[in-house]
Protein backbone atom coordinates (compact mmCIF):
# COMPACT_ATOMS: atom_id res chain seq x y z
CA UNK A 1 0.00 0.00 0.00
CA UNK A 2 1.64 3.16 -0.91
CA UNK A 3 1.51 5.71 1.64
CA UNK A 4 -0.26 9.09 1.10
CA UNK A 5 2.71 10.97 1.39
CA UNK A 6 4.43 9.10 -1.24
CA UNK A 7 1.29 9.70 -3.40
CA UNK A 8 1.28 13.20 -2.11
CA UNK A 9 4.69 13.82 -3.66
CA UNK A 10 4.09 12.13 -7.36
CA UNK A 11 1.09 14.27 -7.13
CA UNK A 12 2.93 17.22 -6.36
CA UNK A 13 5.56 16.25 -8.98
CA UNK A 14 2.97 15.76 -11.74
CA UNK A 15 0.90 18.40 -11.65
CA UNK A 16 2.52 21.60 -9.25
CA UNK A 17 2.03 22.21 -5.75
CA UNK A 18 -1.57 23.43 -5.29
CA UNK A 19 -4.24 22.77 -3.09
CA UNK A 20 -8.01 24.28 -4.80
CA UNK A 21 -10.73 24.51 -2.07
CA UNK A 22 -14.13 23.78 -2.84
CA UNK A 23 -15.86 26.10 -1.26
CA UNK A 24 -19.48 27.13 -2.57
CA UNK A 25 -20.13 29.86 -0.39
CA UNK A 26 -23.49 31.94 -0.95
CA UNK A 27 -22.01 34.99 -2.75
CA UNK A 28 -19.90 32.41 -5.04
CA UNK A 29 -23.57 30.68 -6.36
CA UNK A 30 -24.65 34.30 -6.71
CA UNK A 31 -21.81 35.12 -8.73
CA UNK A 32 -21.75 31.93 -10.69
CA UNK A 33 -25.78 32.69 -11.75
CA UNK A 34 -26.57 29.35 -9.95
CA UNK A 35 -29.68 29.22 -6.81
CA UNK A 36 -28.66 28.72 -3.42
CA UNK A 37 -29.74 25.13 -2.87
CA UNK A 38 -28.88 21.40 -4.14
CA UNK A 39 -28.81 22.02 -7.37
CA UNK A 40 -27.13 24.69 -7.35
CA UNK A 41 -24.30 23.10 -4.85
CA UNK A 42 -24.71 20.16 -7.46
CA UNK A 43 -23.66 22.30 -10.36
CA UNK A 44 -21.14 24.07 -9.08
CA UNK A 45 -18.98 21.31 -7.24
CA UNK A 46 -19.14 19.57 -10.98
CA UNK A 47 -18.07 22.40 -12.46
CA UNK A 48 -15.10 22.75 -10.70
CA UNK A 49 -14.39 18.63 -11.15
CA UNK A 50 -14.82 19.17 -14.63
CA UNK A 51 -12.35 22.01 -14.63
CA UNK A 52 -9.71 20.86 -12.25
CA UNK A 53 -9.94 17.82 -11.30
CA UNK A 54 -7.81 16.04 -13.96
CA UNK A 55 -5.59 19.28 -13.78
CA UNK A 56 -4.60 19.96 -9.85
CA UNK A 57 -2.75 18.10 -7.33
CA UNK A 58 -5.25 18.13 -4.43
CA UNK A 59 -8.87 19.08 -4.29
CA UNK A 60 -9.79 20.06 -0.88
CA UNK A 61 -13.83 20.27 -0.14
CA UNK A 62 -14.82 22.65 2.66
CA UNK A 63 -17.39 19.84 3.60
CA UNK A 64 -19.42 22.62 5.72
CA UNK A 65 -21.24 23.70 2.87
CA UNK A 66 -22.40 20.58 1.74
CA UNK A 67 -23.33 19.70 4.70
CA UNK A 68 -25.36 23.30 5.31
CA UNK A 69 -27.99 21.56 2.64
CA UNK A 70 -28.03 18.36 4.82
CA UNK A 71 -28.40 15.05 3.74
CA UNK A 72 -28.90 15.94 -0.12
CA UNK A 73 -25.90 18.24 0.24
CA UNK A 74 -23.79 15.36 1.87
CA UNK A 75 -24.65 13.20 -1.36
CA UNK A 76 -23.57 15.79 -3.22
CA UNK A 77 -20.30 15.82 -1.19
CA UNK A 78 -20.02 11.69 -1.70
CA UNK A 79 -20.94 12.29 -5.62
CA UNK A 80 -17.97 14.86 -6.10
CA UNK A 81 -15.24 12.83 -3.71
CA UNK A 82 -15.80 9.93 -6.26
CA UNK A 83 -15.57 11.63 -9.20
CA UNK A 84 -12.20 13.95 -8.01
CA UNK A 85 -10.51 10.87 -6.98
CA UNK A 86 -11.47 8.92 -10.76
CA UNK A 87 -9.96 12.37 -12.60
CA UNK A 88 -6.86 11.14 -10.67
CA UNK A 89 -7.34 14.68 -7.88
CA UNK A 90 -6.08 13.70 -4.37
CA UNK A 91 -8.85 14.49 -2.42
CA UNK A 92 -8.39 16.29 1.20
CA UNK A 93 -11.52 16.67 3.07
CA UNK A 94 -11.73 20.03 5.34
CA UNK A 95 -13.84 18.79 7.81
CA UNK A 96 -11.81 19.20 11.37
CA UNK A 97 -12.72 16.53 12.98
CA UNK A 98 -11.42 15.62 16.52
CA UNK A 99 -12.69 13.94 20.16
CA UNK A 100 -11.82 11.38 22.56
CA UNK A 101 -10.40 8.00 21.39
CA UNK A 102 -13.02 6.36 20.66
CA UNK A 103 -15.19 8.58 18.39
CA UNK A 104 -12.15 9.79 16.39
CA UNK A 105 -12.36 6.04 15.95
CA UNK A 106 -15.55 6.36 14.28
CA UNK A 107 -14.77 9.61 12.51
CA UNK A 108 -11.22 7.96 11.04
CA UNK A 109 -13.57 4.95 9.69
CA UNK A 110 -15.95 7.86 8.04
CA UNK A 111 -13.70 9.13 6.34
CA UNK A 112 -10.36 6.90 5.87
CA UNK A 113 -11.66 3.56 5.66
CA UNK A 114 -12.08 2.38 1.42
CA UNK A 115 -15.21 1.16 2.38
CA UNK A 116 -17.10 4.18 3.34
CA UNK A 117 -18.84 6.39 0.95
CA UNK A 118 -17.10 9.47 2.59
CA UNK A 119 -13.48 7.82 1.46
CA UNK A 120 -10.88 10.29 0.79
CA UNK A 121 -7.16 10.92 0.45
CA UNK A 122 -6.60 12.79 3.74
CA UNK A 123 -8.62 15.10 6.50
CA UNK A 124 -8.26 17.65 8.64
CA UNK A 125 -8.59 17.20 12.49
CA UNK A 126 -8.42 19.42 15.59
CA UNK A 127 -5.99 18.78 18.46
CA UNK A 128 -7.85 20.61 20.87
CA UNK A 129 -8.28 17.41 22.96
CA UNK A 130 -4.91 16.40 22.76
CA UNK A 131 -3.04 15.36 19.43
CA UNK A 132 -2.92 11.33 20.89
CA UNK A 133 -6.42 11.51 20.75
CA UNK A 134 -6.30 11.43 16.79
CA UNK A 135 -4.65 8.38 17.07
CA UNK A 136 -7.37 6.02 15.76
CA UNK A 137 -7.13 8.72 12.56
CA UNK A 138 -3.11 7.91 12.21
CA UNK A 139 -3.59 4.59 12.37
CA UNK A 140 -6.29 3.71 10.19
CA UNK A 141 -4.31 6.35 7.75
CA UNK A 142 -1.64 4.35 7.60
CA UNK A 143 -3.22 1.01 7.29
CA UNK A 144 -4.90 2.12 4.19
CA UNK A 145 -2.50 4.81 2.73
CA UNK A 146 -4.45 7.84 3.94
CA UNK A 147 -3.33 11.37 5.73
CA UNK A 148 -4.75 13.22 8.27
CA UNK A 149 -3.61 17.33 8.36
CA UNK A 150 -3.11 18.30 11.92
CA UNK A 151 -4.06 22.11 12.84
CA UNK A 152 -1.47 23.69 14.12
CA UNK A 153 -1.33 27.60 13.25
CA UNK A 154 -4.29 28.18 11.41
CA UNK A 155 -4.97 31.47 9.06
CA UNK A 156 -7.48 32.92 11.42
CA UNK A 157 -6.35 36.05 13.24
CA UNK A 158 -8.33 34.59 16.42
CA UNK A 159 -6.17 31.35 16.54
CA UNK A 160 -2.74 32.78 17.69
CA UNK A 161 -4.08 32.88 21.27
CA UNK A 162 -4.63 29.63 21.92
CA UNK A 163 -1.79 28.24 19.56
CA UNK A 164 0.93 30.66 20.41
CA UNK A 165 0.45 30.06 24.04
CA UNK A 166 3.26 28.32 25.93
CA UNK A 167 2.85 25.25 27.70
CA UNK A 168 4.67 24.39 30.60
CA UNK A 169 7.97 23.14 29.15
CA UNK A 170 8.33 26.47 27.53
CA UNK A 171 7.19 25.61 23.91
CA UNK A 172 3.92 27.28 22.27
CA UNK A 173 0.96 24.95 21.66
CA UNK A 174 1.88 24.94 18.12
CA UNK A 175 5.34 23.72 18.31
CA UNK A 176 4.07 20.77 20.81
CA UNK A 177 1.14 19.58 17.85
CA UNK A 178 4.19 20.06 15.55
CA UNK A 179 6.61 17.83 17.28
CA UNK A 180 4.37 15.31 17.91
CA UNK A 181 3.49 14.67 13.91
CA UNK A 182 7.77 14.69 13.40
CA UNK A 183 7.54 11.98 15.66
CA UNK A 184 4.84 10.15 13.75
CA UNK A 185 6.61 11.32 10.20
CA UNK A 186 10.25 10.12 11.59
CA UNK A 187 11.93 8.14 8.73
CA UNK A 188 9.27 8.20 6.27
CA UNK A 189 10.36 8.92 2.67
CA UNK A 190 9.70 10.64 0.52
CA UNK A 191 7.49 12.25 2.98
CA UNK A 192 5.34 11.64 5.77
CA UNK A 193 1.71 11.40 5.56
CA UNK A 194 0.36 13.57 8.81
CA UNK A 195 0.09 16.83 7.92
CA UNK A 196 0.36 20.27 9.79
CA UNK A 197 -2.12 23.11 8.75
CA UNK A 198 0.22 26.78 8.97
CA UNK A 199 -1.77 29.39 7.61
CA UNK A 200 0.01 31.36 4.92
CA UNK A 201 -1.64 34.59 6.68
CA UNK A 202 0.61 33.87 10.18
CA UNK A 203 3.92 35.67 9.39
CA UNK A 204 6.97 33.97 11.43
CA UNK A 205 5.89 31.35 13.04
CA UNK A 206 8.58 31.04 15.80
CA UNK A 207 8.24 27.45 15.34
CA UNK A 208 10.87 24.82 14.26
CA UNK A 209 9.57 22.99 11.16
CA UNK A 210 12.72 21.23 10.55
CA UNK A 211 12.17 17.93 11.74
CA UNK A 212 8.27 17.77 10.58
CA UNK A 213 9.29 15.55 7.13
CA UNK A 214 5.56 15.53 6.44
CA UNK A 215 3.29 18.22 4.23
CA UNK A 216 2.73 21.87 5.10
CA UNK A 217 -1.08 23.16 4.38
CA UNK A 218 -1.39 26.69 3.63
CA UNK A 219 -4.44 28.26 3.60
CA UNK A 220 -5.03 31.58 3.82
CA UNK A 221 -3.71 33.04 0.27
CA UNK A 222 -6.38 35.29 -2.12
CA UNK A 223 -9.08 35.60 -0.42
CA UNK A 224 -7.52 36.15 3.28
CA UNK A 225 -4.38 38.22 2.10
CA UNK A 226 -1.84 36.11 1.85
CA UNK A 227 0.32 36.11 -0.89
CA UNK A 228 2.43 32.97 -2.74
CA UNK A 229 5.88 35.63 -1.86
CA UNK A 230 4.39 35.45 2.21
CA UNK A 231 4.96 31.77 2.34
CA UNK A 232 8.84 32.43 2.24
CA UNK A 233 8.28 34.47 5.33
CA UNK A 234 5.81 31.84 7.13
CA UNK A 235 8.36 28.50 6.29
CA UNK A 236 11.58 29.68 5.29
CA UNK A 237 13.82 26.41 4.64
CA UNK A 238 10.33 24.06 4.84
CA UNK A 239 9.18 25.41 1.53
CA UNK A 240 9.83 22.43 -0.25
CA UNK A 241 7.29 21.02 1.77
CA UNK A 242 4.68 23.45 1.42
CA UNK A 243 1.12 22.71 -0.24
CA UNK A 244 -0.47 26.22 -1.04
CA UNK A 245 -4.27 26.00 -0.93
CA UNK A 246 -6.44 28.83 -2.71
CA UNK A 247 -10.12 28.50 -2.51
CA UNK A 248 -12.24 31.74 -3.11
CA UNK A 249 -9.46 33.68 -5.27
CA UNK A 250 -9.75 30.83 -7.57
CA UNK A 251 -13.43 29.55 -7.96
CA UNK A 252 -13.78 33.41 -8.14
CA UNK A 253 -13.27 33.17 -11.97
CA UNK A 254 -15.67 30.97 -12.67
CA UNK A 255 -17.72 29.45 -13.93
CA UNK A 256 -15.87 29.61 -17.02
CA UNK A 257 -14.11 26.19 -16.76
CA UNK A 258 -11.62 27.66 -18.98
CA UNK A 259 -11.15 30.20 -16.72
CA UNK A 260 -11.03 28.49 -14.01
CA UNK A 261 -8.41 26.61 -15.43
CA UNK A 262 -6.05 29.76 -15.79
CA UNK A 263 -6.68 30.86 -12.44
CA UNK A 264 -5.67 27.44 -11.07
CA UNK A 265 -2.18 27.51 -13.94
CA UNK A 266 -1.34 31.29 -12.41
CA UNK A 267 -1.51 29.78 -8.84
CA UNK A 268 0.54 27.42 -9.46
CA UNK A 269 3.42 29.28 -11.06
CA UNK A 270 3.13 32.02 -8.25
CA UNK A 271 3.84 29.23 -5.87
CA UNK A 272 6.22 27.27 -7.94
CA UNK A 273 8.20 30.51 -7.73
CA UNK A 274 8.02 30.93 -4.48
CA UNK A 275 8.46 27.88 -3.42
CA UNK A 276 11.26 28.10 -6.02
CA UNK A 277 10.78 24.83 -7.70
CA UNK A 278 11.45 24.24 -11.47
O1 LIG B 1 -6.19 27.59 9.11
C1 LIG B 1 -7.08 27.35 8.28
C2 LIG B 1 -7.58 26.08 8.09
C3 LIG B 1 -8.51 25.88 7.13
N1 LIG B 1 -8.97 26.88 6.36
C4 LIG B 1 -9.98 26.59 5.31
O2 LIG B 1 -9.38 26.82 4.03
C5 LIG B 1 -10.32 27.46 3.18
C6 LIG B 1 -9.83 28.85 2.84
O3 LIG B 1 -10.67 29.45 1.89
P1 LIG B 1 -10.27 30.82 1.12
O4 LIG B 1 -11.46 31.09 0.27
O5 LIG B 1 -9.04 30.51 0.30
O6 LIG B 1 -10.03 31.84 2.16
C7 LIG B 1 -11.66 27.46 3.90
O7 LIG B 1 -12.34 26.26 3.57
C8 LIG B 1 -11.24 27.41 5.37
O8 LIG B 1 -12.22 26.78 6.18
C9 LIG B 1 -8.48 28.14 6.53
O9 LIG B 1 -8.85 29.10 5.84
N2 LIG B 1 -7.53 28.34 7.50
Redesign the pocket.
Known sequence: MESFGARLHRAVGERGPLCV?I?PHPALLARWGLADDVDGLSHFAGTVVDALGDRVAVV?P?S?FFERFGSHGVAVLESTIRQLRERGALVLL?V?RGDIGSTVQAYASAYLNPSSPMHVDAI?ASPFLGVGSLAPMFELAAEHGGGVFV?AL???PE?ASVQRATTADGRTVAQTVIDEISQLNAGAEPLGSIGA?V?ATVGETGCDLSAMNGPLLA??????GATAADLRVVFGSSLPAVLP?????V?GAGPDPEALRAAADRAVVDCRAALKLS
Open positions: GDKQADKTLTSNGVGPGLGAQSYSREL
